[in-house]
């Protein structure tokens, strides 16, 4: 599969707690933090719902 480089470009205060959980579980801890995971539906989808407070870029392996 693909991998994904997600960044974290906007803050998460004063956002719904869902959206919060969301970042926790993509590993995203802070501002301008990043990582790399696979591009399967399930990481994919979370990056949907969170797509306002991230960057997403392919990773050439």
């Given at each position: 599969?693909?991998?994904?480089?997600?960044?974290?470009?906007?803050?998460?205060?004063n956002r719904?707690?869902?959206?919060?959980?969301?970042?926790?579980?993509?590993?995203?801890?802070?501002?301008?933090?990043?990582?790399?995971?696979?591009?399967?539906?399930?990481?994919?989808?979370?990056?949907?719902?969170?797509?306002?407070?991230?960057?997403?870029?392919?990773?050439?392996?």
């Amino acid at each position: 599969m693909a991998k994904i480089e997600i960044k974290q470009v906007k803050s998460r205060i004063n956002r719904p707690a869902h959206q919060k959980k969301t970042l926790d579980a993509l590993g995203l801890r802070k501002l301008n933090h990043s990582v790399v995971l696979e591009a399967c539906p399930e990481v994919l989808g979370m990056v949907n719902v969170v797509r306002h407070l991230v960057k997403v870029t392919e990773v050439a392996e």
